[in-house]
RNA sequence: GCGGGGGUAGCCAAGUCCGGUCAAAGGCGCUAGAUUCAGAGUCUAGUCUCAUAGGAGUCCGAGGGUUCGAAUCCCUUCCCCCGCACCA
């Protein structure tokens, strides 16, 4: 059903844009590698291509029932070399430019999957789709893309994007730029001889008179280097070897203890000239900053844990002005600003002045430079798995790796596999065995695929131009389309998707094939459907709402309406087998009143009614409020009588069709026209026709009726006459001068003579209505009496009982006395 | 911990920016009446409490405050959801 829900949001919104003229690029397509794909296939026992194929085929199926409109010309699937290839081609092109590069890290591995993850791809030390599975790390060479080459524009351009502020915020802290200093010590032996240096990033070099030692990360090279031979190897290496054996979920559980082990070498601060020792310890990254943490316990709390455990000296050169710490009480790190104290020529700075002198020092004397440090890393593309682009790459024994030529485009991705023994790919002669590209001598293919991040992240692109069999698109056909306007997808790809297509575009500007910066100008973000249980719709937990269920017992515009009526598109809601029939009722009951509606001529009433709606529904479409929409259409529906004219009733079916296609297509025919609905053009307000007094009208009628019914059911007596008084004349004058806010209002109105005449009761009412702090708009007393005399029928039908109208004026009674304005006396008898 | 979004009547959900027409839209559910042999469906009304004349009281997570007037503005506080998180 989610998905049903995103693709009716979008196809509202893409009718709507049709209808208002404007040339829409509404496409399809099928990011159709991937993991779910090759894996389920291997369950049930058929090739991922025959799985893909029938997935596919069921999906377009349930679209084309959904009643999108979409240009079925342009549809792509990503795992037919027509589209991959092009994939490929992108890679070598990014090969060629120095983003695509190979390397050897410390790598995610989710053994579930069998394959390496991108960082994106890990959420809470976990496989993105294998919440249950601890992500593993392993040392692996690998295929990445240099996405941190543009870590600053992506941040630069977050800002200027019409976005969900919490998705450009998770962009934000995702790219994760942080500015500080890093700085060089030197590192000596246990004699004092300078041996080697170390570098540590800091945002905090404001406490360098604080550090009181230094931790490398266990990866770090230099960890094994420093304590080769000496009795200290045994038991780092053992400790290296144990932290690598944790699963990230491990290492960075919250509250876990710190642990580390000293390397028998010392470190040089050179503000303070002081010989602190170097550990290593679990708590440092090696992929962020330099791996290296210099360690100030009494300013940062892992440091100050880290410190305690292992009776590290701490050292405090901050302090809230006026305070001063202890070191052997302070209970945890002081992080935040004060002023400097123990700190040389700094002291009495305050901490924030004092981080732009430390760092300039550190410049002057060479200890160190200003850095910006990025969390974003570079992304890696390979993954073990068969279901995905091959890497146009080719290793060969002589001369490494060779990229193959592009016209020798596409690698296919051989249909004759097996699987169970590993990457089918590798165990594939046919495929592996090659000749290398630049010496014609033996070499093997790369065998990795690729990320299917990479098929997305540039597929909008070739929707613009999906048959073209020369290039990806055509530049002046992306130029024309390009960007996308509208974009509209779940916060799940915030930091995934959304990077990698920001990274793309603007990785493929820079090669010239494209000249915007940025592919999604507007970001609509859609919440999610949960069960009836109120939780996320899943398998296991069997809470699922099949489409086609819904769709064969509501229909499809029913199904539709419903799916965007509850609420506002961007929350999250929970489905609601009871609230559909609501929707579906509402359907009924157009159908049956288009079924026995007359043409003829409209009353004021509703062309009002109708130019509101006009004007309402058209700005809440296009500011994704469909349920708001919706509930204007229910009531301009609710005010539509047996008789209208045909512009009234096409008008409304225009504001209905993109929620409901169908009837409202339906009835259009039957209205007499030709053409199609869906290609005929929105209809605009006439404010003109847009009178307020009508809501007034109506309010006051139903404002006696209610009174009515209440003093019935007070007196507990059926009446059998209903009197019903319009205020004297004087009173609308009094009122009216009173809603013009005049001080003077008492004797303003008796200067009046028709005022003056009612005398006392004239100032008493003049008197209340001062005391009013807000007066209701009201009509004009012979309004009053028409809007009345109207519904008289009405009334008595419903009270079964005759009804006089009368004015104020004629009668003595006590209850035409106290008619107002905008509400009349009422005497039931 | 940091950041973001929320808490409105039996349920879902508007209203909050720009205070008054807000006992608070709409939908669902429920109740009553009409239609019907009956049910379904449809239509009408009601659905916080009290009330023998259209009224009164209480209410928008909790507690304060500003104001003639607060669901709406300010402060404090509790709870829920989401994202990031040993990032130096």
Known sequence: MCHAFNYTIGDIYARFKRMKGFNVLYPMGYDSFGLPAENAAIKAGTHPKVYTDSAIANFKVQQRALGLSYDWSRVVSTCEPDYYRWNQYFFLKFFESGLVFRKAASVNWCPKCATVLANEQVHEGRCWRHKDRDVEQRNLEQWFIKTTKYAQELLDCVDGLDWPERIKLMQKNWIGRSEGVTLRFDVVDDSGVVVDGVETFTTRVDTVYGITYLVLAAEHPKVLEYVKGTELEAGVLAFVEGVKGQSTIERTAEGREKSGMFLGRYFINPFTGEQCPLWVADYALYEYGTGAVMAVPAHDQRDFEFAGKYGLPMRVVIVPEGETFDTDTLEAAYADDGVMVDSGVFNGLNNQDAKEAIADLAEEQGWGWRTINFKLRDWLVSRQRYWGTPIPMVHCQSCGVVPVPVEELPVLLPDNVSFGGGNPLENNPDFVNTNCPKCNGPARRETDTMDTFFDSSWYYLRYCDSQNSAAPFAPEKTAYWMPVDQYIGGAEHATMHLIYARFFTKALRDLGYLDFDEPFTRLFNQGMIHGEDGFVMSKSRGNIIEPRAIFKRYGIDATRFFLVSLAAPNKDMIWSSDA??????????????????????????????????????????????????????????????????????????????????????????????????????????????????????????????????????????????????????????VYEKALLGSKNLISEVMADPDVRRAGKAAAKFAQSLMKRHFLKPILPQIDEKTALTDSVKLIEDEFTCGVEIMFAEESRSEKAARAEPGRPGIELS
């Open 580 to 733: 559909i029939e609501g929707s579906k009722r509402f359907i009924n009951k157009v159908i049956r009143y288009f079924e026995t509606v007359e043409t003829g001529v409209s009353n004021p009433m509703v062309e009002s009614k109708l130019n509101a709606a006009i004007r309402d529904v058209t700005e809440d479409i296009a500011g994704f409020k469909y349920n708001f929409a919706l509930r204007r259409i229910r009531e301009l529906f609710d005010a539509l009588t047996p008789v209208e004219n045909r512009a009234t009733l096409e008008s409304f079916l225009k504001l209905l069709h993109p929620f409901c296609p169908h009837i409202t297509e339906e009835f259009w025919e039957r209205l007499g026209n030709k053409d199609f609905l869906s290609i005929s053009s929105w209809p605009s307000c006439d404010e003109e026709k847009i009178d307020p007094r009508f809501e007034l009208v109506e309010e006051l009628v139903d404002q006696v009726r209610q009174d009515i019914r209440q003093i019935r059911d007070i007196v507990k007596e059926e009446p059998e006459t209903i009197k019903i008084y319009i205020a004297q004349a004087w009173k609308y004058m």
